[in-house]
């Protein structure tokens, strides 16, 4: 099955930057998600995005759905020490029963 | 409190020797999905259930088994259980297949030896 293309794998950042993470994919999607998994936790919901173009902010965080529905990007404003986790992306290719495709993940750390 | 739940939540097990590791959701949703979770692989769906005594492959079936006799539990079957399935295991649920809003258990770390 196909996955998608995060990037960064991994990032070190000081506390109080902004982080910038993104979500590519050959095909095109109707849904885009951006969940967080906390160590030793399973991944929680962020932002949901259902419209090419859209963008969507959760407290410091803010998501877009790409123009041309192939892409995603996640912005963490001012990050914080609680930051630290990893970062998937998920996409759905068409509405109704297809299954959620994962990227591999984005591990912030965050240096206070 | 609505939640996933998985048990255990740690095991470790030699080859070949049959386990089981339940998955419950006290939300009454529809559909129930199991992912295994692998360094620089991200989340990969083993099998889901889009409701009762419906399931099918995910990406990754192989050497597993699920039923779903009843809306809430959706057990994971490894009959003969191999190294290669050593990994960290996660059950979800939401309330129906459609439905993006997908809710995690707290993984389940395999090692199979």
């Known amino acids: 099955g196909q996955q998608l293309n995060q990037s960064p794998q991994s990032m070190f950042i000081q506390e109080g930057e902004d982080v910038s993470m993104n979500c590519t994919s050959s095909s095109i999607f109707n849904t885009w998600l951006w969940y967080k998994q906390d160590p030793g936790e399973g991944p929680v919901l962020l932002i949901a995005l259902y419209k090419a173009g859209e963008l969507t902010s959760n407290g410091r965080l803010t998501a877009q759905f790409g123009i041309t529905r192939k892409d995603s990007f996640l912005n963490i404003s001012a990050s914080i020490p609680s930051d630290v986790g990893i970062y998937f992306c998920a996409g759905r290719r068409t509405s109704g029963n297809t299954p959620l495709v994962f990227g591999k993940g984005t591990r912030l750390s965050v240096i206070a | 409190e609505a939640q996933v739940t998985q048990n255990p939540r740690y095991l470790i097990t030699v080859t070949g020797k049959k386990l089981t590791v339940t998955c419950s959701q006290n939300m009454n949703h529809e559909y129930m999905s199991w992912y295994r979770q692998d360094p620089g692989l991200g989340l990969r769906q083993i099998y889901y259930?889009?409701?009762?005594?419906?399931?099918d492959k995910g990406d990754v079936p192989e050497g597993y088994k699920v039923s779903r006799k009843e809306k809430r539990n959706f057990p994971l079957i490894l009959e003969s259980p191999s190294p290669n399935q050593t990994s960290l295991y996660f059950c979800?649920?939401?309330?129906?297949?459609?439905?993006?809003?997908?809710?995690f258990g707290p993984g389940t770390r395999l090692t199979v030896l």
């Open positions: 979800a649920s939401s309330l129906y297949s459609s439905y993006n809003e997908q809710f």
């Open positions: 259930s889009m409701n009762v005594e419906v399931t």
